[in-house]
Every structure is written in structure tokens, then in C-alpha cells.
């Protein structure tokens, strides 16, 4: 468990560097250049997600709810509507118009999708 959260704090507080920490950015920069930034940003993502699949590996599963059959068919509908934010995420839609961030708005269906099928 603790490799997890640590994964996970790691990845947030990275992603964090470029809006809220930016003299910190600002001083990477200037270390390393902004070829030496990109880099050392993706490697710093992708070991902080490989820490967190680690972590993820080696947690032992806790039973939170007993899921209903009843609740199958509204996940299937969630996923549905997110499968549909997800494509008018990347593809020239309208729905950009009505919804800011249409990728944030499919994972937390899909999340919730997932929470009302799984018990873990």
C-alpha cells in the first residue's frame, strides 16, 4: 500500500510543477534547458506510474460492497456516454462547447461505472 500512495503522490505533485510550483519549473529549466525538462518530467511520470502498478500489484484487495445485478445495466450506460466523451475528447466535436474537459467528465464516469460492477 505504501508503494501506491507513494506512486500516486509522486505523480500528482509532478503534475503539479508546471501550474502551481513554477519557479520550481522555472529552475528546472533553466538546469536542464526544455529538451532536459520534457525529459526528465516523462521519466519522473513514468517511473511514478510503474511505482504505482507495483504498489497496485502488491495490495491486497478490500472488499467495499457487495455489487447489485440491478446496477449492470445503468454501468453499461455510463460507459457508453463515456466511450462517447472519450472519442469527443480527441475528435472535432460540439461537445467541447457544452463540456470543458470531456476527458476528465469520461473517467469519472467510467469510474463510477467501474465502482457500481466491482466490489473492490
Known amino acids: 500500500m505504501e ?21 520550481v519549473k522555472n529552475n528546472w529549466v533553466g538546469a536542464l534547458g526544455e529538451g532536459g525538462y520534457k525529459a ?4 519522473i511520470a513514468v517511473l ?5 502498478s507495483y504498489g497496485w500489484q502488491n495490495t491486497v484487495p478490500v472488499h467495499i460492497n457487495t455489487p447489485l445485478q440491478a446496477m449492470r445495466v ?12 472519450f472519442c469527443g475528447a480527441k475528435l472535432p466535436t460540439r461537445i467541447k462547447t457544452y463540456i470543458r474537459h470531456p ?3 469520461n473517467v469519472i464516469f467510467w469510474s463510477i461505472a467501474h465502482l457500481l460492477n466491482n466490489g473492490d
Open 3 to 23: 508503494f501506491l500512495l507513494a506512486g500516486l503522490l509522486l505523480f500528482t505533485l509532478l503534475h503539479f510543477v508546471p501550474s502551481l510550483f513554477v519557479s
Open 40 to 43: 526528465t518530467f516523462s521519466v
Open 48 to 52: 511514478s506510474i510503474a511505482i504505482i
Open 74 to 85: 445503468p454501468s453499461m450506460a455510463l460507459i457508453f456516454v463515456a466511450l462517447i466523451l
Open 103 to 105: 476527458m476528465l467528465v
